[in-house]
């Protein structure tokens, strides 16, 4: 299945054009989300059995960096949505991988809770049987597209086996399920990302993903890989946004009273030079990653576990540099790089953190288990 050229003309007509209104109005970019399914964008990830395009992580993270290269929380719904395939696609759930490849769903994940916050893998909502039906009851606290995803991948304690968490199959409105708040955060403002409640919310048994008791499972296999590659890529396309704009804004922006450009100054061409270097250091790490996923390499599982982290705070430290740069036309909006440095900061804190990152890839080093028991 080709993409890119679909790809290239939704970006170009509709996410670039509306990024700096999705931002300073926290709207959630629903032309491009509707748009990206038309073309067939959002099903690229679903097994071809289904109906979708078969493809893997190369292509999603293709399809993420070049979103977050006009627009973060187009990146990040589409990110979200390629994770809970990810699980559905483990599970085959057959249903939803079907809408998804019609270009008819939209789905994300919904882990993180309040009582547990970024401890996704330790969930605080509950699974209780009743007759043929399961009740779910929960207090999500940040879930991507929360107003606007078709379905959720839902995690809770299980119902009656051992181990942390089961996940759920919850189609959007479900008797029980309710988003009481809007999202109004510094960065990624347009990615809907609002607290999901559960009370009495009443599913079938077979809308559970995969065993009891193995969602914890599925969650580090299935799903983790993809959040935190998308996640990574995403961060790569925001740096090679502020990158371009900081050379274009060096290159047009002239010392009158010097007869120079802004990027004859010796000390500005060092500092983009060091962001072109980060960002190209970053995409290396991310592509490299990706190949040792898809190719089944021993070294995959660490550096999954690395590229999140390395690319998080490479975008912190590029989106800062530009700032200091371009000086103070940077803190006005004719630029777009207050708005990439607003959406820089929000990778780091999204589960798993970057602490909790490397504090996993330091027990990977030193061969203890990434969870305590």
Request: glycine content about 8%.
């Amino acid at each position: 299945m080709t993409y890119e050229k679909d790809l290239a003309r939704i970006v170009e007509d509709i996410v670039a054009p509306r990024a700096a209104s999705v931002d300073a109005d926290g709207a959630f970019p629903l032309a491009a989300v509707e748009e990206l399914a038309s073309a067939g964008i959002l099903g690229l990830t679903v097994p071809a059995q289904y109906g979708g395009g078969g493809l893997g992580l190369a292509a999603g993270a293709d399809v993420v960096r070049t979103l977050s290269q006009a627009c973060s929380s187009t990146a990040m719904v589409v990110t979200m949505h390629y994770a809970a395939t990810a699980a559905l696609a483990a599970a085959g759930r057959e249903d939803a991988l079907r809408e998804i490849a019609e270009g008819r769903h939209l789905s994300t994940l919904a882990f993180s809770e309040t009582g547990s916050r970024s401890h996704f893998w330790a969930p605080l909502s509950t699974a209780a049987a009743e007759g043929d039906e399961v009740v779910l009851s929960a207090a999500k606290s940040w879930v991507t597209s929360a107003h606007h995803a078709d379905s959720y991948v839902w995690s809770s304690r299980p119902l009656a086996a051992e181990g942390p968490m089961s996940l759920w199959f919850v189609r959007k409105g479900t008797a029980g399920l309710g988003s009481p708040a809007s999202f109004d955060g510094l960065g990624l403002r347009g990615n809907d990302s609002s607290p999901v409640t559960g009370e009495g919310v009443r599913v079938a048994r077979k809308d559970l993903l995969g065993e009891d008791g193995t969602g914890l499972d599925t969650a580090l296999t299935a799903v983790l890989p993809w959040f935190l590659l998308l996640n990574a890529s995403a961060g790569v396309g925001l740096m090679e946004s502020v990158t371009a704009a900081t050379v274009e804004h060096l290159t047009a922006t002239r010392l009158r009273h010097l007869d120079q450009s802004l990027a004859q100054q010796l000390p500005s061409r060092a500092k983009v030079a060091r962001m072109r270097i980060e960002t190209d250091r970053t995409r290396a790490l991310v592509e490299d990653t990706v190949a040792a996923v898809e190719a089944g390499r021993p070294d995959a599982q660490l550096l999954v576990l690395e590229v999140k982290a390395a690319a998080d705070e490479a975008a912190a430290l590029v989106t800062d540099t530009a700032m200091t740069v371009c000086g103070g036309a940077a803190f006005r909006k004719e630029l777009p790089i207050e708005r990439r440095f607003r959406d820089s900061r929000a990778a780091r804190v999204m589960a798993p953190t970057t602490d909790a990152l490397l504090d996993f890839v330091g027990r990977a080093l030193c061969g203890l288990p990434l969870l305590d028991a």
